[in-house]
């Protein structure tokens, strides 16, 4: 059982709007930032945004990350086809001397 | 452009300890922080841990009894070793490197998370 908390699914149609929510507690997204990771089958994780709100070089504007208290959220606007994969929240937790925390992924349709 | 290889067995018996090399290319090991990460079949992601080539190691608590992490900077590898394995420990096992380092006020220490990845190995526990 994941520490964030994840749908396990989300969908939309070409060009509309998702988010994806990624709820945990004071020890992780309470305190530290936020981590996205975005995974299509049978390959490696990518690092979508990180620190929160900022996108490594490549990820398209499209993708935007937030925080609020003890959640956080992944936006994708103008939903394509491509963006159909699994994505994962990630916090550091302060518990425990320190560790990362994951959620159970978010698998993301176009449908 | 860094490029990571993880290598190793692809089965593992019960009990036995599992042991996988990361090759690192196109960069020295001799700088970052490096993780492991592993995702058992249709499942979600599990952090593992993280190595630094001065020594320094931050484990999971729920596997730091039987994880150890060390890198070969001569070699530009890694290696993870996982003891009393079972069935549960079967999964893709990923390296990677783990250079974005943020501070975390709640625990006054660093943290690092993984930016580029290997491709991944994947590892069954049988007899």
């Known amino acids: 059982q994941s520490v964030l908390t994840q749908p396990p699914s989300a969908s939309g149609t070409p060009g509309q709007p998702i988010t994806i929510s990624c709820s945990g507690g004071s020890s992780n997204i309470g305190s530290n930032h936020v981590f996205w990771y975005q995974q299509f089958p049978g390959t490696a994780p990518k690092l979508l945004i990180y620190r929160t709100t900022q996108r490594p070089s490549g990820v398209p504007d499209r993708f935007s990350g937030s925080k609020s208290g003890t959640s956080a959220s992944l936006a994708i606007t103008g939903l394509r086809s491509e963006d159909e994969a699994d994505y994962y929240c990630a916090a550091w937790d302060d518990t425990l001397s320190g560790f990362w925390v994951l959620g159970g992924g978010t698998k993301v349709t176009v449908l | 452009q860094l490029q990571l290889q993880e290598s190793g067995p692809g089965l593992v018996k019960p009990s036995e300890t599992l042991s996988l090399t990361c090759s690192v290319s196109g960069g020295p090991t001799n700088t970052f922080y490096w993780s492991w990460v592993r995702q058992p079949p249709g499942k979600g992601l599990e952090w593992i841990g993280f190595?630094?080539?001065?020594?320094?190691?931050k484990y999971n608590p729920a596997l730091q009894s039987r994880v150890s992490m060390s890198i070969d900077t001569s070699r530009n590898q890694l290696s993870l070793h996982l003891k009393s394995v079972t069935a549960a420990d079967s999964a893709t096992y990923y390296c990677?490197?783990?250079?974005?380092?943020?501070?975390?006020?709640?625990?006054?220490?660093?943290?690092?998370?993984?930016?580029?990845w290997g491709q991944g190995i994947t590892v069954t526990v049988s007899s």
């Open positions: 990677a490197r783990a250079s974005v380092q943020e501070f975390s006020r709640g625990g006054g220490a660093f943290y690092y998370a993984s930016d580029v």
């Open positions: 190595v630094h080539y001065g020594g320094t190691t």
